[in-house]
C-alpha cells in the first residue's frame, strides 16, 4: 500500500470511513450455504437473550428515584443484576459466533485509570469489550435510549447520554463525564470510543477530547480481529450494519484480541492541553497497531481531514458532481452554461440560491431528476440546497475562470453589505461554499487574512496563494489538477499529484473539449 502525503493510493483503502468486504467466489458460495443456516439461528438465540436482559436491566433500577439514579448504584442491586447481565452478554456473543476471546495485558484497576480509551471503533461488535472490563460505564447517543433492549440496559448502565445535535446537551455531558472522572473512584471505570464513530481500523482517526479534558490517567486498549476474512466492520460508506452481521455470523467462528496497554499518565503540559493529550494518545496507539494516525475526523456526518482549522471533505463534493455530470452526457459547453444559470440565482438573493431538487434539476438541465436528488445529497441532508455551494465549489475545479476571478465573484457575493470588507461569519460562509461543506472553525484563517479587524478580498488572496497552510489547500483543494501544476505564486508548490480524495479528477473543461 503507497502511502502518499498521508492519503493512501490503492482502490481498496480510500480512507478510514470506507470498508468492504472482499471475497472470493468459492466465500461466497460457503457464505450463503453457511448463512442459510448459522444466521437464523444465531440471531434467534441472540434475540432471546437480549429479551432477557431487558427484564433484569429494568428491575436493577426499579423504584429507585431520580435523584437515586443520579448516583453509582451500590450494594446487591449492583452485584446481583451486574453479574447476570455479565454473563448474559457474554452469551450473546458467544451465539453470534465469538466462543473465545484473547486478552493480553492487564485491565488498570479505577484508582489507576478512570477511563478506559478504546480503538479503533470498528463495528457495533466492539461492545464486546465490555465484557473483560466487567461493564465499564460507557457515553451513547441519545437516540440509542429510545430502542428496545438498548435504551434498558443504557440505563442499567447508568451510561452518559449526549445529543450531537444539541449543544447544551453537550455541555452537560461533558459536565458529568468530567464528574465522574475525578470522582477518586466514586463513580466506577469509563470506557470511551475517542474517535467517536466507526472506521475500516486502517488508520486511526482524530481523537475527540472527551476523555481527555480533566488530564485524569488513561488506559489505552487495543482492539483487533485477526481474521482472513474482514466481515464485522460497518463504516461511513461501503458495508452496510446488516451484511457485516450476516457475513460475520456465516462464520464457524470469528476472532478478537483485547490487548491493555500501560496506563498513560499525561505530563502538566498534557493536563492543560486536551487537544495535545488526546494526539499523543492517538499517536501511542496507532504506533502499537502498526498503522497511521490521521487528522481524519466525521464532521456532521460527513468524512473530512483538519487543515488551518478548515474542515476538508474526504469525498470532494464538487468532484463527485462533475464525475455524475459527465456519466450523464454534459459537456464542458453544458456545464459552463449551468454554472452561468446558477450564478444568475445567487446574484438574485440569498432566498433565490436556495432551491429544491425540481429546481435544481432544470438549473442543471437534467432529465433525469434522480441525477440532481444525488447531486443534493452530495451537498445537503436537508430538503433544499444553497446553489453557492454547488456554484462555487464546482467553479473552483471546472476551470473556467481563474482562482483570483473566482474568489473576487464569492467576495462581492457574501460581502452582505457592500463595505468592502468580510465579517468572520461571511468568511465562514464563503469558506463554506468553496469547499461544498460547512466550516465551523474559520478563526485561525481570519487572524492570518485581516488587517487592523478589516477582511478585504486582496488580503483574503494573499493569504490563501502565501501562507503555506493555506497555499497548499488552494493548490490540493481548489484548483483544477493541470491548473494546480502552475503554483498560484512563484514560491507555491504543486501538491496536487499527492492527493487522491479530493480534486481527483482532470480540468474539467479540457477533458470534455
Given at each position: 500500500?503507497?502511502?502518499?502525503?498521508?492519503?493512501?493510493?490503492?482502490?481498496?483503502?480510500?480512507?478510514?470511513?470506507?470498508?468492504?468486504?472482499?471475497?472470493?467466489?468459492?466465500?461466497?458460495?460457503?457464505?450463503?450455504?453457511?448463512?442459510?443456516?448459522?444466521?437464523?439461528?444465531?440471531?434467534?438465540?441472540?434475540?432471546?437473550?437480549?429479551?432477557?436482559?431487558?427484564?433484569?436491566?429494568?428491575?436493577?433500577?426499579?423504584?429507585?428515584?431520580?435523584?437515586?439514579?443520579?448516583?453509582?448504584?451500590?450494594?446487591?442491586?449492583?452485584?446481583?443484576?451486574?453479574?447476570?447481565?455479565?454473563?448474559?452478554?457474554?452469551?450473546?456473543?458467544?451465539?453470534?459466533?465469538?466462543?473465545?476471546?484473547?486478552?493480553?495485558?492487564?485491565?488498570?484497576?479505577?484508582?489507576?485509570?478512570?477511563?478506559?480509551?478504546?480503538?479503533?471503533?470498528?463495528?457495533?461488535?466492539?461492545?464486546?469489550?465490555?465484557?473483560?472490563?466487567?461493564?465499564?460505564?460507557?457515553?451513547?447517543?441519545?437516540?440509542?435510549?429510545?430502542?428496545?433492549?438498548?435504551g434498558?440496559?443504557?440505563?442499567?448502565?447508568?451510561?452518559?447520554?449526549?445529543?450531537?445535535?444539541?449543544?447544551?446537551?453537550?455541555?452537560?455531558?461533558?459536565?458529568?463525564?468530567s464528574?465522574?472522572?475525578?470522582?477518586?473512584?466514586?463513580?466506577?471505570?469509563?470506557?470511551?470510543?475517542?474517535?467517536?464513530?466507526?472506521?475500516?481500523?486502517?488508520?486511526?482517526?482524530?481523537?475527540?477530547?472527551?476523555?481527555?479534558?480533566?488530564?485524569?490517567?488513561?488506559?489505552?486498549?487495543?482492539?483487533?480481529?485477526?481474521?482472513?476474512?474482514?466481515?464485522?466492520?460497518?463504516?461511513?460508506?461501503?458495508?452496510?450494519?446488516?451484511?457485516?452481521?450476516?457475513?460475520?455470523?456465516?462464520?464457524?467462528?470469528?476472532?478478537?484480541?483485547?490487548?491493555?496497554?500501560?496506563?498513560?499518565?499525561?505530563?502538566?503540559?498534557?493536563?492543560?492541553?486536551?487537544?495535545?493529550?488526546?494526539?499523543?494518545?492517538?499517536?501511542?496507539?496507532?504506533?502499537?497497531?502498526?498503522?497511521?494516525?490521521?487528522?481524519?475526523?466525521?464532521?456532521?456526518?460527513?468524512?473530512?481531514?483538519?487543515?488551518?482549522?478548515?474542515?476538508?471533505?474526504?469525498?470532494?463534493?464538487a468532484?463527485?458532481?462533475?464525475?455524475?455530470?459527465?456519466?450523464?452526457?454534459?459537456g464542458?459547453?453544458?456545464?459552463?452554461?449551468?454554472?452561468?444559470?446558477?450564478?444568475?440565482?445567487?446574484q438574485?438573493?440569498?432566498?433565490?440560491?436556495?432551491?429544491?431538487?425540481?429546481?435544481?434539476?432544470?438549473?442543471?438541465?437534467l432529465?433525469?431528476?434522480?441525477?440532481?436528488?444525488?447531486?443534493?445529497?452530495?451537498?445537503?441532508?436537508?430538503?433544499?440546497?444553497?446553489?453557492?455551494?454547488?456554484?462555487?465549489?464546482?467553479?473552483?475545479?471546472?476551470?473556467?475562470?481563474?482562482f483570483?476571478s473566482?474568489?473576487?465573484?464569492?467576495?462581492?457575493?457574501?460581502?452582505?453589505?457592500?463595505?468592502?470588507s468580510?465579517?468572520?461569519?461571511?468568511?465562514?460562509?464563503?469558506?463554506?461554499?468553496?469547499?461544498?461543506?460547512?466550516?465551523h472553525?474559520?478563526?485561525?484563517?481570519?487572524?492570518?487574512?485581516?488587517?487592523?479587524?478589516?477582511?478585504?478580498?486582496?488580503?483574503?488572496?494573499?493569504?490563501?496563494?502565501?501562507?503555506?497552510?493555506?497555499?497548499?489547500?488552494?493548490?490540493?483543494?481548489?484548483?483544477?489538477?493541470?491548473?494546480g501544476?502552475?503554483?498560484?505564486?512563484?514560491?507555491?508548490?504543486?501538491?496536487?499529484?499527492?492527493?487522491?480524495?479530493?480534486?481527483?479528477?482532470?480540468?474539467?473543461?479540457?477533458?470534455?473539449?
Amino acid at each position: 500500500m503507497e502511502k502518499l502525503d498521508g492519503h493512501y493510493a490503492t482502490n481498496e483503502f480510500r480512507h478510514p470511513f470506507y470498508h468492504e468486504v472482499k471475497m472470493t467466489p468459492a466465500q461466497k458460495i460457503r457464505g450463503i450455504v453457511l448463512g442459510t443456516i448459522l444466521f437464523p439461528l444465531r440471531l434467534i438465540l441472540a434475540a432471546v437473550l437480549f429479551l432477557l436482559m431487558w427484564p433484569v436491566a429494568r428491575l436493577r433500577v426499579a423504584g429507585l428515584s431520580e435523584e437515586e439514579r443520579s448516583r453509582p448504584i451500590k450494594g446487591w442491586r449492583r452485584w446481583f443484576f451486574h453479574s447476570i447481565i455479565l454473563s448474559l452478554s457474554r452469551a450473546v456473543f458467544l451465539c453470534l459466533g465469538f466462543p473465545w476471546v484473547k486478552v493480553k495485558g492487564r485491565r488498570a484497576d479505577l484508582k489507576e485509570a478512570p477511563v478506559l480509551v478504546v480503538a479503533p471503533h470498528s463495528t457495533f461488535l466492539d461492545m464486546l469489550v465490555l465484557c473483560p472490563t466487567q461493564l465499564a460505564t460507557v457515553v451513547s447517543r441519545s437516540e440509542n435510549t429510545s430502542l428496545p433492549v438498548i435504551g434498558a440496559l443504557l440505563g442499567f448502565n447508568q451510561s452518559v447520554i449526549v445529543s450531537r445535535n444539541d449543544p447544551e446537551s453537550r455541555k452537560k455531558a461533558v459536565a458529568e463525564l468530567s464528574d465522574r472522572l475525578t470522582s477518586d473512584g466514586y463513580w466506577p471505570q469509563m470506557l470511551i470510543f475517542p474517535e467517536g464513530t466507526t472506521t475500516n481500523g486502517r488508520a486511526l482517526i482524530k481523537f475527540k477530547p472527551g476523555a481527555f479534558l480533566v488530564g485524569v490517567p488513561v488506559q489505552p486498549v487495543l482492539l483487533r480481529y485477526p481474521n482472513k476474512l474482514d466481515t464485522v466492520r460497518w463504516t461511513h460508506k461501503g458495508t452496510a450494519w446488516y451484511e457485516a452481521l450476516w457475513h460475520t455470523t456465516s462464520q464457524f467462528y470469528t476472532n478478537m484480541t483485547i490487548e491493555f496497554l500501560p496506563v498513560y499518565t499525561p505530563s502538566e503540559e498534557e493536563k492543560s492541553d486536551p487537544g495535545l493529550y488526546a494526539d499523543n494518545v492517538q499517536k501511542l496507539m496507532a504506533k502499537a497497531l502498526g498503522i497511521p494516525a490521521t487528522q481524519y475526523l466525521m464532521d456532521y456526518g460527513v468524512p473530512v481531514s483538519k487543515l488551518g482549522g478548515l474542515s476538508l471533505p474526504l469525498d470532494s463534493p464538487a468532484r463527485d458532481t462533475l464525475s455524475l455530470l459527465h456519466e450523464h452526457g454534459l459537456g464542458a459547453q453544458e456545464v459552463e452554461a449551468a454554472l452561468e444559470r446558477m450564478i444568475d440565482r445567487c446574484q438574485a438573493g440569498a432566498e433565490g440560491s436556495v432551491v429544491s431538487t425540481e429546481e435544481l434539476s432544470s438549473i442543471l438541465g437534467l432529465t433525469d431528476k434522480q441525477t440532481a436528488v444525488d447531486i443534493w445529497r452530495f451537498y445537503s441532508k436537508e430538503k433544499s440546497v444553497n446553489l453557492r455551494w454547488i456554484y462555487f465549489s464546482i467553479s473552483a475545479l471546472s476551470g473556467f475562470m481563474s482562482f483570483k476571478s473566482l474568489l473576487h465573484k464569492a467576495s462581492t457575493l457574501f460581502d452582505r453589505e457592500g463595505r468592502g470588507s468580510l465579517s468572520a461569519e461571511e468568511l465562514s460562509d464563503l469558506m463554506g461554499a468553496l469547499l461544498g461543506h460547512t466550516q465551523h472553525h474559520t478563526a485561525e484563517l481570519y487572524t492570518q487574512a485581516s488587517h487592523d479587524g478589516q477582511l478585504t478580498e486582496e488580503h483574503l488572496l494573499q493569504a490563501l496563494t502565501t501562507h503555506p497552510t493555506y497555499q497548499r489547500l488552494v493548490n490540493e483543494y481548489l484548483l483544477p489538477v493541470e491548473a494546480g501544476s502552475q503554483p498560484v505564486n512563484e514560491k507555491a508548490v504543486n501538491n496536487n499529484e499527492k492527493m487522491h480524495n479530493s480534486n481527483g479528477s482532470v480540468d474539467y473543461k479540457k477533458k470534455f473539449e
